[in-house]
Each structure stands twice: as C-alpha cells, then as structure tokens.
C-alpha cells in the first residue's frame, strides 16, 4: 500500500502543473485549434491522473538534491519523540522498508485514502442509482411520429446501429443523454419545434456515438483516486465544459453564422428550472453560467482552426517526462534512505559509539592508515569497545546484507580490527524462483600500505554484484541447465578472482555451488549433498549397473506421494539376492561421498540418493525394528562439514592445513502424520536444516569459527523451529564442533 500511495501521490504532484499550465493556455488555444482535438487533449491528461505508473530511467531527467544522511536521521527521530514510539524497522523479503512508527503513518494515510476514494466512489454510485431509478418510473417513451421520424434519420445519418431510446422526462434542466451500457436521451416535457429538435437530438447522438458517457466515468474515476487535490475537480469541470464545446462544433460544421446563431438561441430556449439532482454519468444541455459562457463564444466563433496534434504529443510528453524524472527520483532517494538508514541506532545509542569509526573519508585511507586511526580510538577505552563487538545481536546476520549500519560493523570494522585481519572468509547467495547460486570466497591482504578500504570493500560487493549479473543475464530455459551453468561459473569465478585480485589484495573462492529447482517451484534449497555414514570404513564404489538399480524407484511424480505410499514402494533387503539389497546401496553413498560415478546424474538424481532413498530406507528399518523393541527410535541423517585453509609453505610448492573446522551432527526426526506428509516437503525440511547449518559456516570468518559453537546451536534452534510443523519435527542430536587453528598469515603474505 506504501509503494501505490507513493505513486499515486507523485502522480498527483506531476499532473498538477501540466493541467493548470493547459487550462490557463486553453482561451489562446481555443483561438487557433479546433475544439474536437482541445477534448483529445483534456481526455490524455485525464487519461495521466488514472493511471500513475510512469517509467522510469537509470538517471534522472530532473536531479533533486537529495538530504544528507544525518538530516534524515534527525528527522525521523524527531518524529519518533513526538509520537513517542522507539521500536527499530522491519525488514519485508530482505529490504529494510520503514519503522513501525513509520508504517503506522502510512497506514494512517491509507485509511485515510480508502475513506475518502470510498466516500467519492459511493455517493456517484447511490446518486447515479437513484436518478435511474426516478427516470425509469417517471419518463415515458416519446410517442410521436414525427419526432421518432427525425430521430431514426439522424441516427441513420450518423451511421449509429446500437439501440438508443427517446424518452420524456419531469424535473430534468435540459435534455441529455444517460444510460452507459443501455443508452437513452431523454427530453424535457416542453414543446420543441423541429428544427430545433434536430439539434438537439444531433448533440446528444454525437454524444453517444463518441461514448462520451464513459469518458465522463474516467473523469469520475480520476477525481475518486486524486479526491485529496483541488486540481483534479478544475480539471473535471474544464473536461465537461470542453466535452460541450467539442460535440457543439461537431453539430455545427460547416453551418454559417446564421446557423450558429440558432443553435445558441436553441440552447438557452430548452433551459428550464429542474428538481432532479444532476448526476456526473450523464450529458448535460446546461452546463452552468460560465460554461454557457464559452459554449456561446465557441458556438459563434466562425474561423477555420488548425488540429491540435503537436500540442497534444507535447502534453503526452510532458506527462511522460514529468512522471517519469519523478519517479526516477523518488527512486533513487529510496535507495539513498534504504542505504542511509540507521536501525540499531533506534535499538540503541550506543552502537553509535562503533558507527563513529565509520568516518566520512575513511574508504579513501589504506587499511593500514584506518586501522591505525580506529585503534588510537578505541585504545582509549578498548574494554568498551569489545563489550559492544561481543555482544552483538544475532538477528543483525539476517540485515547485513541490507542496513548499512550493520553491514558496516559486521562486514568492515570487525573484520579489519580483528587479530588476525589479514585474511577473511565472506560469502553470499543468489536466489530466484527456480533456483539459487551460493558462493564462499576469502581475500587475503597483501599490502596494507597501497590497499585503501574502498578498494577492500569493493572487491567483496563486486563479486556479489557479478553473481547477480551472471543470474540475470541468463534465460530461464539456460538457467535449468546445471552442468552448464556450474562450467560457466568457474570459468566466470576464475575472472572475478582476477579482476579484483592485485599486488596487494589476494581474492579466492572455497566453493561456488549452483542448483537448479527440481522437486517444485518452491523453497527447496540445495548446498551440500548430506550423505549417510556407512558402517565401513571401505567400500568398493558402486558400478552403473547399481545405480540404474536405484534409479529405477525414481518413478514419475514420486515427490507428491506420501511419505506412507512412497516408503513402500522402498524395500532394500539385507540378502544379496534381493532385488535392492542394502550392500548395494552402501557402495552407491560410498561413491556419492568420495565424488566418483560411474554414471552422468542430474542434481535430481544427487537428490533422490541421496536424501530421498536415505531417508525412506531409514524410516522403513526404524519402523521394523520398532516392532522388536520398546525403546523409542527415531529416523535420522548423520552430515559432517569440514571447511579448511590451506597455506603455501616455503618454497611455494607445497601446502599446509593451517585451519580446519569440522562439524558433525545427526539430524533426527518424527514424521506425525505419513499419511499426508508428501515426499517433496519432507525432503524440504531435512535439507533446508542441512544447507541452513552449512551456510552458516561458510558466512563466518576463521576468527568467528574459533568460539562460534553457541552461535550455531542459536542458529540450530532457529532452523528446527523454521522448519518443523504439524507433520514433521526436526532436532539436531550429537554436535561435534572441532576447531583445529594453526595460521600463519605472515608467512602467506611473506610467499606473495
């Protein structure tokens, strides 16, 4: 509602001067233009105030200075002391929109909006409803033949095939046309003479034949959306006034001045005291004083006019250009509040404290210069400082990639000030609807004395950027093909280390994983393949052959049975002569594990073995041998992660582990409802968990893995809750966290 009110307010605001600027042209105009093409032109700025959606350029047309950064702030805070709310933003599909406080507002004016758009909308509703109503029961149907006779010839004449009806009607000023979908003219009950009946019957079919009547609704509808703008209602009444002027022309063409002269006298004549109120979705004979006014100079205004075709391309323009320099603008200081926008200073003050290291010129210093800088600073009162760096709130992981404030603390000042700052571990990922890249990449530095922070900051959000490039430059059929895509982004990979990778900054990835979506267009994710420990140590790796085997219970639509319906179909035996013996399938996750298949498999394929067929063969042998025992067991997939960095040892030609991180668990569960848990969303919920475990190791740096266990199991707790419900609860059992830290960053800086 935020982003349509926003719209609609510029749309309001970039119409208001094109329409005082015609209207206040229109008595020259009307001079030396026709007053059929003066309509076309009303109708394209009519046409401007419904539809508020204006396109919008990569700079704008009209540059608007945007405010400062701290101006912002101040007046948000402002706004907060005066309403007295302190809460922090919210985040909407990973943007950072507003502050409730700010919402609030918008809501405020929303109902607002909706109030008076309502109020407008229904009373033209109720009035246009009771006017049909009092004609349909008090006019009556024109009798007479000779009026039907002039009728039909003018309907002839004016080639119009749709039913139209004539009737007479008490109470009405003047005659008029009414009726959108079933058309009537009704008349006055006074006596007209023929001659000038035809005009009048010739005004309201030419009326008809030009649908004025939905015009006239556009114009209702124009004013219901800009209720809030005076301007809009001096642009209805000129509409009206010009939608006379125009159809009188059309009557009087060719028509002499004597002519001309009859039809004024006409109009004035079948004016009449009425008492049935005036709707706006009806023509209207008497337009008041003034417009009677102009109708009258028009209607004797002799002289041949020009079409008005160049002004109305230069309205066209100006509604288009306006808007759109608007818009532009608008979004660009959207995206200047999105970036500036502080939200943990509004949780509170005093993480202003790490937000003043962020200083005005500080991406134009080196790293060494900054460094220096920061730590005079905080040598001052250190103790403070890390009281505030190691009590950083969890929930900042899920903002940093979108407040600035946090993005700055957590991916800038921490990682440079930390011990061992040299090197550091970043990722990210891209994810659209039917797949997503996720990318782990580290940078070392070289020379801090050349290297300025800007340089530094540019190469981890110029990969991220170039990911996003990558993925938008693609087709979606391209974007199916996995192997593909995965060959692109390695070649692409080794580019991007070259490009942001120089003398004094050292750029590489750990991993580069792409997957497209397989089982459904939903959330299904895809990092890691977790694989089932098998109970040897050595196993052969499986032939083709083994894998066909397995392949064969991949049948079409599988992942929409239910769990109850697809386990069985599962049946691996423990005798070698059965069909799908579990010997078999401990040698097919012995080569899924080690990398090496004899066969070409889809990343469906990977999948299915993987996690489908592991779960469904553990869920079948927990089941059995419930029935032997009393004790409670449970299903469960055991995963590892084991994330290394490796250091050249002297001489260059060899390499050391100089830090390793292994994390290992078992991923247990309870299926509470088999009969309606489909195959697709428990495969969902067990890979969510796994790939949201492994995302979370490959976002931290070595420095954050050294004590990040009870940071994991936070993030643990967070993913069982995430993606548990009423069918399938999930729990992680036996966390294994080994952290094994022998760097040597000298030494790989040294051999660079």
């Not at 009373?123 to 029961?137: A, C, D, G, P, S």
Request: overall charge neutral; aromatic content about 10%.
């Amino acid at each position: 509602m935020q982003g349509f009110l926003t719209t609609l307010f510029q749309c309001s605001i970039s119409m208001t001067p094109i329409t005082l600027a015609y209207m206040i042209m229109n008595p020259l105009l009307s001079k030396r233009y026709s007053a059929k093409w003066q309509y076309r032109i009303w109708l394209v700025i009519v046409i401007g105030w419904i539809f508020p959606y204006r396109p919008q350029f990569d700079l704008p047309l009209l540059p608007v200075q945007m405010p400062d950064n701290h101006i912002i702030q101040s007046q948000f805070i402002s706004m907060q002391s005066t309403i007295g709310n302190t809460a922090s933003p919210v985040t909407v599909g990973g943007e950072i929109v507003s502050t409730p406080v700010a919402l609030s507002l918008w809501w405020v004016f929303a109902a607002i909006w909706i109030v008076g758009f309502s109020v407008i909308v229904v009373y033209h509703i109720l009035q246009y409803r009771r006017f049909m109503k009092v004609i349909k029961r008090w006019s009556e149907s024109v009798t007479d033949v000779k009026v039907i006779r002039i009728f039909d010839s003018l309907k002839s004449e004016l080639k119009i095939k749709e039913q139209v009806t004539l009737k007479r009607c008490p109470g009405i000023k003047s005659p008029m046309l009414v009726g959108l979908v079933h058309p009537a003219i009704l008349l006055p009950p006074i006596k007209i003479a023929d001659n000038e009946l035809s005009l009048i019957l010739r005004h309201e079919l030419i009326h008809c034949k030009r649908r004025d009547l939905w015009y006239k609704a556009m114009i209702l509808i124009a004013t219901a959306l800009h209720w809030f703008n005076p301007v809009v209602y001096l642009m209805a009444r000129a509409t009206e006034v010009q939608c006379e002027i125009a159809c009188d022309a059309l009557v009087l063409q060719d028509a002499n001045f004597q002519q001309r002269k009859q039809y004024g006298e006409t109009i004035i004549g079948v004016i009449r005291d009425g008492t049935l109120p005036k709707t706006v979705l009806s023509t209207n004979f008497y337009g008041g004083k003034r417009g009677m006014k102009n109708r009258i100079v028009s209607i004797l205004d002799t002289k041949r006019k020009k079409a008005g075709f160049t002004i109305l391309c230069l309205v066209l323009i100006g509604i288009v250009t306006i808007g759109s320099a608007l818009a532009t603008n608008n979004k660009a200081g959207n995206n200047v509040s999105k970036k500036n926008f502080s939200s943990i200073a509004k949780v509170d003050d005093k993480y202003n404290k790490l937000l003043a290291l962020r200083f005005e010129d500080y991406e134009n210093m080196t790293v060494a210069e900054y460094r220096n800088k920061v730590w005079d600073i905080i040598g001052q009162d250190e103790a403070a400082y890390f009281e505030l760096l190691n009590h950083i709130p969890e929930s900042w992981e899920d903002i940093k990639q979108t407040d600035r404030d946090v993005y700055f603390i957590l991916n800038v000042l921490t990682p440079i000030i930390a011990e061992k700052w040299e090197t550091w571990n970043f990722g990210g990922n891209k994810v659209w609807d039917t797949g997503k890249i996720e990318y782990g990449a580290s940078y070392t530095i070289l020379d801090a004395d050349t290297l300025t922070m800007g340089e530094r900051n540019q190469a981890i959000e110029g990969i991220n950027a170039d990911i996003s490039n990558f993925v938008e430059g693609k087709s979606k059929s391209e974007l199916t093909d996995e192997t593909a895509i995965q060959t692109l982004l390695e070649a692409e990979s080794k580019k991007w280390v070259k490009k942001y990778s120089d003398p004094s900054l050292k750029v590489a990835f750990s991993f580069l994983s792409f997957r497209a979506e397989v089982i459904n267009e939903q959330e299904l994710e895809n990092v890691s393949i977790p694989l089932k420990k098998s109970e040897e140590n050595e196993l052969e790796n499986a032939t083709s052959e083994d894998f066909t085997l397995f392949l064969s219970l991949k049948t079409k639509g599988y992942e929409k049975l239910s769990v109850a319906d697809f386990n069985k179909e599962i049946v691996v035996t423990m005798e070698d002569d059965g069909k799908y013996p579990q010997k078999v399938f401990e040698k097919i996750n012995n080569s899924l594990k080690s990398g090496t298949y004899p066969v070409t498999l889809t990343q469906q394929d990977l999948h299915f073995l993987s996690i489908t067929l592991n779960a469904s063969i553990t869920e079948n042998a927990v089941k059995h041998m419930q029935q032997y025992t009393d004790e409670v067991m449970r299903p469960y997939i055991s995963n590892s992660i084991n994330r290394e960095l490796t250091t050249p040892i002297s001489g260059g030609n060899t390499e050391m582990t100089t830090f390793q991180a292994t994390i290992e668990y078992t991923l247990c569960y309870d299926i509470l409802d088999e009969n309606n848990l489909t195959v697709a969303e428990r495969d969902r919920a067990l890979m969510g968990l796994i790939n949201g475990v492994r995302a979370f190791i490959y976002s931290k740096s070595e420095d954050e893995l050294v004590g990040g266990k009870a940071a994991l199991e936070s993030k643990i707790d967070r993913l069982e809750k995430q993606y548990s419900n009423k069918r399938i609860q999930l729990s992680v059992e036996n966390l294994i966290y080994q952290i094994h830290d022998e760097r040597d960053v000298e030494a790989l800086r040294h051999n660079n």
